[in-house]
T-cell receptor, first 114, second 113 residues
Framework: DAGVTQSPTHLIKTRGQQVTLRCSPI?????VSWYQQVLGQGPQFIFQ???????GRGNFPDRFSARQFPNYSSELNVNALLLGDSALYLC?????????????FGQGTRLTVV | QKEVEQNSGPLSVPEGAIASLNCTYS??????FFWYRQYSGKSPELIMS????GDKEDGRFTAQLNKASQYVSLLIRDSQPSDSATYLC?????????????FGGGTRLMVKP
């Protein structure tokens, strides 16, 4: 079975631009979470979606938004990019909603803002 | 601010030794605890989950949980150079915005041949 897949793997954007990152969860998993990992730090929680509804939101500005589709795939959108948004963006899938369940990560999208 | 704390390391151990990685957390209501391994330039890989006080063993890995002390650890027996990576502790936490997984900063482990 395929694991969590993310696209694109690498991306370079200019300050002020907008970006959309995509994630497909493990087959049978209904929940997707997004994390931002800055070099040298642990991942920071951005959003969790379950059954197309937002179930959790981390301490990120409104420039960050996400959605989940009927096939459980998800998109993370970041508007008005700042240099500080440069990071590895990780998607994790789990069977259902709730952080008490095991979560499995995709390979990540490396975003560089110049 | 609810926190998960890890010593950043590096923790250096010789090949064949036991590596002991530690994590403390601040939220007393947390119930689920996870250890992830992350190789440089790669994404985190789940290696252990633990929910009850005590020890949980899986191959060379043993996770230990003490909720009273708000402490979780990971032991790696017979450490191999391929175990050299950053180990991330993650804890489920609750706030007004919902239930989320909070990560520590990670401990870098170096296993020397």
């Amino acid at each position: 079975d395929a694991g969590v897949t993310q696209s694109p793997t690498h991306l370079i954007k200019t300050r002020g631009q907008q970006v959309t990152l995509r994630c497909s969860p493990i087959s049978g998993h209904k929940s997707v979470s997004w994390y931002q990992q800055v070099l040298g730090q642990g991942p920071q929680f951005i959003f969790q979606y379950y059954e197309k509804e937002e179930r959790g939101r981390g301490n990120f500005p409104d420039r960050f938004s996400a959605r989940q589709f009927p096939n459980y795939s998800s998109e993370l959108n970041v508007n008005a990019l700042l240099l500080g948004d440069s990071a590895l963006y990780l998607c994790a899938s789990s069977l259902e909603g709730g952080a008490w369940l095991e979560a499995f990560f995709g390979q990540g999208t490396r975003l560089t803002v110049v | 601010q609810k926190e998960v704390e890890q010593n950043s390391g590096p923790l250096s151990v010789p090949e064949g030794a036991i590596a002991s990685l530690n994590c403390t957390y601040s939220d007393r209501v947390s119930q689920s605890f996870f250890w992830y391994r992350q190789y440089s330039g790669k994404s985190p890989e789940l290696i252990m989950s633990i929910y009850s006080n005590g020890d949980k063993e899986d191959g060379r890995f043993t996770a230990q949980l003490n909720k009273a002390s708000q402490y979780v650890s990971l032991l790696i027996r017979d450490s191999q150079p391929s175990d050299s990576a950053t180990y991330l502790c993650a804890v489920d936490q609750y706030n007004n915005a919902g239930n989320m997984l909070t990560f520590g900063g990670g401990t870098r482990l170096m296993v020397k041949p």
